[in-house]
Nanobody, 122 residues
């Protein structure tokens, strides 16, 4: 059974930084592309950033490109998201998911973790 646990969220002022982590179990982590996603209240879940299984290819949404950096440590089964120059529009619950690159998991996807809340104050 696949389990993901996100952590590292919090309350930060605009311009600040946070580093999110996502620990995955129940699959061969280094075989899977990984992605970060977020959902703000009243909005659909959207893709933020993705990384190939090897770590050698990454992709960012236009809204975060140049501010966020995705990385992974396959030895620790852990995915990271370094978020700099945070803006109030970045406020959302952040999730990670395995097996997707450049797309958002479909509505029936069942392996979401609890997420980690990021709140950016102006």
């Amino acid at each position: 059974q696949v389990q993901v646990v996100e952590s590292g969220g919090g309350l930060v002022q605009a311009g600040g930084s946070l580093r999110l982590s996502c620990t995955v179990s129940g699959l061969s982590f280094d075989d899977y592309d990984m992605g970060w996603f977020r959902q703000a209240p009243g909005k659909e879940r959207e893709g933020v950033s993705w990384i190939k299984w090897s770590g050698f290819e990454t992709y960012y949404s236009v809204s975060v490109k140049g501010r966020f950096t995705i990385s992974r440590d396959n030895a620790k089964n852990t995915l990271y998201l370094q978020m700099n120059s945070l803006k109030p529009d970045d406020t959302a619950m952040y999730y990670c998911a395995a097996g997707f690159f450049g797309v958002v998991p479909p509505p029936g996807y069942k392996n979401w973790g609890p997420g980690t809340q990021v709140t950016v104050s102006s």
